[in-house]
């Protein structure tokens, strides 16, 4: 499949000028493009951010896995996430191409990760593999909280995902019974609310849109609407029709 265009069956846009623009594409092995996708929990920024790289043939990688790799190194050791010198510690000596997702996912890693997420001296140990895989060609959608400001404030199309947080903490208890989680809505709607105050009131690399991204609200949409409308803003900033 070429990089770029969708296939066949997701050509809704009514674009005339993106046929050039693939045919430009597919002569150039060096050309990348990056897609950020940012927003809090639960917004559906990760399915989306998925499904967008499979269809335009693009590398993915979900940021927060990073974060939350660092967190499990630290609780492992026995150590608390607020730990600073260790968190740096677990961030300069991560392996981030090994990543167990499942068990990243529990719900004392989340909380850990937004912990560990604060520091700056952990971002930016961690900054470097993030822009090395955003430009490794064809390029790469990387969904998190500060793409669009601070890993690839360059990036083609930005994205900032929300919903309003109780249909986030809906989504979230539903995932997290499913994988055999205990989960009571009300906890989960009030842990996230406690991660997104953290995450957006620290100074290193809030979470904040860029002032160029595009707003995507998935709060009314399933997940097929969600993917459908990131992908009308994606083709819109490509053929010119909206502004990168
Ligand atoms: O997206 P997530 O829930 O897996 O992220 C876990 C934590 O990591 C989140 O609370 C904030 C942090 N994070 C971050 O600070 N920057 C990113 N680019 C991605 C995640």
Redo the contacts with the bound molecule.
Sequence with gaps: MPPFDPPPGYDWSPSDDRTEKHSQDTHDAQVTMIIAI?GP?ASGK?TIAKQVAGIYGLHHL???????AVAKAVLDAGHSPDNVREAIDAAIALNPRKFEEAALKAQVI?EA??VV??IPEV?QALMNYQREFATRPPGAVL?????GTV?APGADVKLFVVATPEVRAARRTRELLARGEPADEQEVLADLLR?DE??SRRTA?P?KPAPDAHLLDTTHLGIDAAFRAAVDIIEAVRTGRKRG
């Design positions: 940012d929990a990760g979900d940021t927060g896995l990073i974060y939350r989340t990760a937004s997420a604060a971002r969904d998190g909280r500060d793409i890993i991660r953290r995450d690399a979470l």
